[in-house]
């Protein structure tokens, strides 16, 4: 008899394995954090733990593509949810600006946590505001605490207000300090091999934030380290202006020349390429984070998804900012990614397996791990989520799992699954420092919006 495994997830309504493999009735072996093998009913091997699907939908695990997790300190900040993109940063920034390293410990075990709940089981976050140093560190150390996958991006901001920029000084750097945390985040935190949990990526923050000689001299040290690159390109009409008065060119070309346009880079937004440069980004095989919610509620535009994916970008999903989606659900920007691509497109643009493709697959093109993300083949890591909606909601969906998984709900993940160890069980958070983390994020977040 072979010796049992880990962890056996059975007894699925649906299980999803990728985009085209689902088994009715399935299961997932977990062995030391990978998928072991997965099956129908009737060939379940013993196991160690079981977690029961019965009645639900089992998928890979979601990603996250771009997000700003601090940004939960300013959640649905009044003086600013109304304004344009560069109205609701400037309102921001000077809040940002009281960021320290237990501000960021703390939202980030907050919002891990959150994603989680929504099915989220591996993100990146784009921490671009440094008004003290090691604030990345302590993001990584809150997805250690938790065993949460993570790939932190060194965001940066060194263009303030006095030198033509958006931001305060008080959160910007100088290139020298930019360039020298970002290699030293690499040596310390970034984890090349297969499996990791925490991986490093560099990430200047936009156009309008830094200068022309940084974004080089990032690609250039990505290069050397064989780490990605992240940045927000062509996400407004106003950075389309700012290139052309600044650089003299339109957003896809300064980043060209600047050394960008490589397979080594994903994008967040990309809404307003025009066609040629949609396919030179295609070309190169950039990658972009489609962020639904943040540019529906700030009104600045959607991606061309479905043109995206016909050239062959790889395209995934992105919840983006706390502060400007104000959730960090990754079923909701699935949800989302569904309505807007049919929206744009018609009826037949986008499916529910179109959308679970993105979030999934897509999403983990984006970060570089297609071949151990995003799929629950024998050999992935074992990152997986059990779904619950509620019976009610599910009253009447009798013919397609997947698509009632995503048109019916609300969902919510009933077991998040990371690395073979269950962080979410019966819909709830297993993380003994939530508590302490929930009550120190209220204290943080009430004195950063001068509430106290």
Same mark, same amino acid.
């Given at each position: 008899?072979?010796?049992?495994?880990?962890?056996?997830?059975?007894?699925?309504?649906?299980? =999803?394995?990728?985009?085209?493999?689902?088994?009715?009735?399935?299961?997932? #072996? =977990?062995?030391?954090?990978? =998928?072991?093998?997965?099956?129908?009913?009737?060939?379940?091997?013993?196991?160690?733990?079981?977690?029961? @699907?019965?009645?639900?939908?089992?998928?890979?695990?979601?990603?996250?593509?771009?997000?700003?997790?601090?940004?939960?300190?300013?959640?649905?900040?009044?003086?600013? =949810?109304?304004?344009?993109?560069?109205?609701?940063?400037?309102?921001?920034? +000077?809040?940002?600006?009281?960021?320290?390293?237990? %501000?960021?410990?703390?939202?980030?075990?907050?919002?891990?946590?959150?994603?989680?709940?929504?099915?989220?089981?591996?993100? !990146?976050?784009?921490?671009?505001?440094?008004?003290?140093?090691?604030?990345?560190? @302590?993001?990584?150390?809150?997805?250690?605490?938790?065993?949460?996958?993570?790939?932190?991006?060194?965001?940066?901001?060194?263009? !303030?207000?006095? *030198?033509?920029?958006?931001?305060?000084?008080?959160?910007?750097?100088?290139?020298?300090?930019?360039? %020298?945390?970002?290699?030293?985040?690499?040596?310390?935190?970034?984890?090349?091999?297969?499996?990791?949990?925490?991986?490093?990526?560099?990430?200047?923050?936009?156009?309008?934030?830094?200068?022309?000689?940084?974004?080089?001299?990032? #690609?250039?040290?990505?290069?050397?380290? *064989?780490?990605?690159?992240?940045?927000?390109?062509?996400?407004?009409?106003?950075?389309?202006?700012?290139?052309?008065?600044?650089?003299?060119?339109?957003?896809?070309?300064?980043?060209?020349?600047?050394?960008?346009?490589?397979?080594? !880079?994903?994008?967040?937004?990309?809404?307003?390429?025009?066609?040629?440069?949609?396919?030179?980004?295609?070309? %190169?095989?950039?990658?972009?984070?489609?962020? +639904?919610?943040?540019?529906?509620?700030?009104?600045?535009?959607?991606?061309?998804?479905?043109?995206?994916?016909?050239?062959?970008?790889?395209?995934?999903?992105?919840?983006?900012?706390?502060?400007?989606?104000?959730?960090? !659900?990754?079923?909701?920007?699935?949800?989302?990614?569904?309505?807007?691509?049919?929206?744009?497109?018609?009826?037949?643009?986008?499916? #529910?397996?179109? @959308?679970? *493709?993105?979030?999934?697959?897509?999403?983990?093109?984006?970060?570089?791990?297609?071949?151990?993300?995003?799929?629950?083949?024998?050999? %992935?890591?074992?990152?997986?989520?059990?779904?619950?909606?509620?019976?009610?909601?599910?009253?009447?969906?009798?013919?397609?799992?997947?698509?009632?998984?995503?048109?019916?709900?609300?969902?919510?993940?009933?077991?998040?699954?990371?690395?073979?160890?269950?962080?979410?069980?019966?819909?709830?958070?297993?993380?003994?420092?939530?508590?302490?983390?929930?009550?120190?994020?209220?204290?943080?977040?009430?004195?950063?919006?001068?509430?106290?």
């Amino acid at each position: 008899m072979p010796p049992a495994v880990d962890l056996l997830v059975k007894d699925a309504e649906l299980l =999803v394995v990728d985009g085209e493999r689902e088994i009715p009735g399935g299961w997932v #072996a =977990v062995t030391d954090g990978r =998928v072991a093998a997965v099956g129908g009913p009737g060939a379940e091997p013993e196991a160690r733990s079981t977690v029961s @699907a019965a009645g639900r939908i089992v998928t890979p695990g979601l990603i996250n593509t771009h997000h700003h997790i601090y940004q939960n300190l300013t959640r649905s900040y009044a003086p600013a =949810v109304n304004g344009s993109l560069f109205d609701w940063l400037t309102t921001l920034y +000077p809040l940002w600006a009281a960021l320290d390293e237990e %501000a960021v410990h703390v939202s980030a075990y907050v919002g891990m946590a959150e994603l989680l709940m929504g099915g989220c089981t591996t993100s !990146s976050d784009h921490l671009y505001v440094h008004p003290r140093p090691h604030l990345v560190d @302590a993001e990584i150390r809150a997805a250690r605490d938790i065993g949460f996958r993570f790939h932190a991006t060194r965001g940066s901001m060194t263009r !303030s207000v006095e *030198d033509g920029g958006l931001p305060p000084r008080s959160v910007t750097q100088t290139e020298d300090e930019v360039l %020298a945390d970002s290699e030293r985040l690499i040596k310390a935190h970034h984890d090349p091999r297969p499996g990791a949990l925490v991986r490093v990526a560099l990430a200047p923050c936009s156009p309008f934030s830094v200068t022309k000689e940084l974004m080089t001299a990032t #690609a250039e040290l990505a290069e050397r380290y *064989d780490v990605r690159l992240h940045t927000h390109l062509a996400e407004d009409r106003d950075e389309d202006t700012y290139c052309l008065e600044t650089y003299g060119c339109r957003p896809v070309e300064y980043f060209e020349d600047t050394g960008w346009l490589s397979d080594r !880079s994903w994008v967040a937004h990309c809404i307003h390429p025009n066609d040629a440069e949609l396919r030179r980004l295609a070309a %190169a095989g950039v990658g972009v984070a489609h962020c +639904p919610s943040s540019n529906m509620l700030i009104g600045g535009g959607t991606a061309r998804v479905k043109e995206m994916r016909e050239l062959g970008l790889p395209v995934g999903i992105g919840c983006d900012g706390s502060a400007s989606t104000d959730h960090a !659900s990754l079923w909701m920007e699935t949800r989302g990614a569904l309505l807007l691509g049919r929206y744009r497109g018609g009826p037949g643009a986008m499916t #529910a397996r179109d @959308a679970l *493709d993105i979030a999934t697959r897509g999403s983990a093109q984006c970060l570089g791990r297609a071949d151990e993300l995003g799929h629950l083949r024998p050999g %992935a890591c074992a990152d997986l989520v059990v779904w619950d909606l509620h019976e009610v909601a599910l009253a009447g969906a009798l013919s397609d799992p997947v698509e009632a998984w995503l048109r019916c709900g609300p969902a919510r993940a009933w077991t998040t699954v990371v690395g073979g160890r269950v962080l979410v069980d019966r819909g709830e958070p297993v993380l003994p420092g939530l508590r302490d983390a929930l009550r120190e994020h209220g204290r943080i977040a009430r004195s950063m919006q001068r509430l106290t």
